[in-house]
């Protein structure tokens, strides 16, 4: 069939049509140049163009959604998450101090910068999706991360709690409309580990993260390209199917996750996946042909090639090149 270009082959792929070829896309931080919006839009762009990815998944700086509300970090010197030197929630009584804030300006301002130099830049060539953290991922990161302690406020004070979460949404959904409005084709829903059942069980997201969820995703329904990431090991995939997005996206390699076929086998939503992101330091050439050929055999339709979460900064560029290569028969 005729060469596509890459926004006709990523509409294609996520209505289910035939493709000139499957897209393929990898993201991942480069945690020295997330700090400002031309640094973040330049390092996506230039990773963008090494590559030649069908579509472009704009990753923020890690700790912008926390910062927010007031969290603080240190930048790091070397390709290493940022270390955190203060920090907003301590007791359920700080969480049920949390309010809504502007999604608009600030450092959420700053990112919207940085999507709107994105587009200005490559827009008009390939969708761009920005990455939203869900309500309960961000009080988390207020409170220190993912688990524990925000479990434990949740066992003393689950109002407060609700509370701090749906001042959380109300923001999220400001913000994902005015990335939305500055031309994103969607958004990446992040909700971080929380959908593993290592760091919750199923009850406790039931009513602490997917009400929220939809809320926002709700908010977002009229976006072209919406997709879900369900992140970790033993995913709660199956509980999150029927959530309003385009596409899934997971480690379908990861231990307890369900496999691409099994995935397939249960909705007809675009499934976004097949190379094992946390070994893409070490995987040979045949390794990545391979894991890309396993993914193609599940069927050609529905289906985008890419890791089942963010890369290593430091994966080395023929490996990169190596899962096009694979896609696109080269």
């Not at 994103?184 to 992040?190: E, Q």
């Not at 040979?284 to 985008?304: F, I, K, N, R, S």
């Not at 090639?305 to 560029?317: D, K, R, Y």
């Amino acid at each position: 069939m005729a060469t596509m270009t890459k926004k006709e082959r990523v509409r294609a792929a996520l209505a289910g049509r035939e493709v000139d070829h499957v897209p393929v896309s990898m993201w991942g931080h480069d945690f020295l140049r997330e700090w400002s919006p031309e640094d973040l839009a330049a390092q996506t762009a230039e990773a963008y163009r090494a590559n030649d990815w069908d579509f472009i998944k704009l990753n923020p700086r890690w700790t912008f959604f926390a910062e927010a509300w007031g969290n603080e970090y240190e930048p790091p010197t070397e390709q290493v998450r940022p270390l955190l030197t203060k920090q907003v929630v301590h007791s359920a009584a700080d969480l049920a101090k949390i309010e809504a804030v502007d999604g608009t300006t600030g450092v959420f301002g700053e990112h919207i910068t940085a999507l709107k130099l994105l587009l200005d830049d490559v827009g008009d060539e390939v969708d761009v999706v920005y990455t939203l953290f869900s309500p309960l991922a961000v009080v988390g990161l207020l409170c220190g991360g993912v688990g524990r302690p925000l479990t434990n406020h949740a066992e003393e004070d689950p109002a407060a709690l609700h509370s701090a979460i749906a001042a959380a949404t109300e923001t999220l959904k400001q913000h994902g409309r005015a990335a939305l409005d500055a031309g994103a084709a969607g958004v990446f829903f992040a909700p971080l580990q929380w959908t593993s059942q290592r760091a919750c069980s199923l009850d406790f997201y039931r009513e602490f993260g997917r009400p929220y969820d939809l809320q926002v995703l709700q908010s977002l329904r009229g976006a072209d390209f919406n997709m879900l990431h369900v992140c970790g090991n033993e995913n709660m995939l199956e509980l999150l199917l029927d959530y309003p997005v385009h596409a899934l996206n997971w480690a379908d390699q990861g231990g307890g996750n369900l496999s691409l076929a099994e995935v397939r086998a249960l909705t007809d939503k675009t499934l976004i996946g097949g190379v094992a992101h946390d070994r893409m330091m070490e995987l040979t050439t045949d390794e990545v042909g391979e894991q890309v050929a396993a993914a193609l055999a599940v069927g050609e339709t529905h289906l985008m090639v890419a890791g089942g979460c963010g890369i290593s900064p430091l994966t080395p560029a023929a490996t990169k090149q190596a899962v096009v290569a694979a896609v696109r028969g080269g």
